[in-house]
């Protein structure tokens, strides 16, 4: 049987972030894309995927994403056979992230959306990827077929500390980190494992915070792996 799979993406990245790793995963799993554009809390996000999701089923969330898995995990932990969590954490958000999203707010109130920062999500990608640049592109795209409103709504997500509600999660649960992302240090994927009863923690060398697409064939082979352990 094929394992229904929910996919949910991070900060304006579309259902396309995962294109490569289904390509990589084939027919073994069974990928939807979870509804993380449409309300403005973390909360509001859980609730909506699991209104639409499967009775169970298997749950991917990748960094703004992987917040939401872990509310969905923790309210409706009968119906979530397996947790992966991809370059995310559970620190909250910070007076400097909240100082930058509010002046975003206020650019995008006064002049619109001008689309995603070229120089700000090649931070994203390794520098040493061959494709840097295509991938790049391919993640402007999109950002700009999401637009402004869906960026104010996911600016407006707060993001509140998890790490006291860790260890009430009752899945099996895989984290990916890599080892040279910098906007998810390590050591922020560190603490969410351990503080995750049995979690796996598994660190990818040579790749910046775009997992999904700077990795595929390995993130296949290692979700692939921890499932087929269960």
């Given at each position: 049987?094929?394992?229904?799979?929910?996919?949910?993406?991070?900060?304006?990245?579309?259902?396309?972030?995962?294109?490569?790793?289904?390509?990589?995963?084939?027919?073994?799993?069974?990928?939807?894309?979870?509804?993380?554009?449409?309300?403005?809390?973390?909360?509001?996000?859980?609730?909506?995927?699991?209104?639409?999701?499967?009775?169970?089923?298997?749950?991917?969330?990748?960094?703004?994403?992987?917040?939401?898995?872990?509310?969905?995990?923790?309210?409706?932990?009968?119906?979530?056979?397996?947790?992966?969590?991809?370059?995310?954490s559970a620190r909250a958000t910070s007076d400097a992230e909240h100082g930058r999203k509010e002046a975003i707010l206020s650019q995008l109130?006064?002049?619109?959306?001008?689309?995603?920062?070229?120089?700000?999500?090649?931070?994203?990608?390794?520098?040493?990827?061959?494709?840097?640049?295509?991938?790049?592109?391919?993640?402007?795209?999109?950002?700009?077929?999401?637009?402004?409103?869906?960026?104010?709504?996911?600016?407006?997500?707060?993001?509140?500390?998890?790490?006291?509600?860790?260890?009430?999660?009752?899945?099996?649960?895989?984290?990916?980190?890599?080892?040279?992302?910098?906007?998810?240090?390590?050591?922020?994927?560190?603490?969410?494992?351990?503080?995750?009863?049995?979690?796996?923690?598994?660190?990818?060398?040579?790749?910046?915070?775009?997992?999904?697409?700077?990795?595929?064939?390995q993130l296949a082979d290692s979700i692939m792996a921890f499932l087929n352990g269960l």
């Open positions: 049987m094929i394992r229904n799979t929910v996919c949910l993406p991070g900060f304006m990245l579309g259902p396309g972030l995962f294109d490569d790793l289904a390509d990589s995963l084939g027919d073994r799993l069974r990928l939807l894309h979870g509804d993380v554009y449409s309300d403005t809390s973390i909360a509001g996000m859980a609730r909506r995927v699991l209104r639409d999701a499967p009775d169970r089923f298997a749950l991917l969330g990748f960094s703004m994403g992987g917040f939401v898995a872990r509310e969905i995990a923790l309210s409706a932990p009968e119906r979530v056979d397996a947790l992966i969590l991809i370059g995310t109130a006064e002049t619109g959306f001008k689309g995603m920062s070229r120089k700000a999500l090649a931070r994203g990608i390794h520098p040493d990827h061959p494709d840097r640049e295509a991938l790049v592109a391919r993640l402007r795209a999109m950002g700009a077929e999401l637009g402004g409103e869906v960026m104010a709504r996911q600016l407006l997500a707060t993001r509140v500390d998890g790490h006291g509600d860790l260890p009430r999660i009752a899945a099996p649960t895989l984290v990916v980190a890599a080892r040279e992302d910098l906007l998810r240090p390590l050591a922020e994927l560190e603490a969410l494992a351990a503080g995750i009863p049995n979690a796996r923690l598994e660190i990818f060398e040579n790749c910046g915070h775009i997992i999904p697409m700077e990795k595929p064939d």
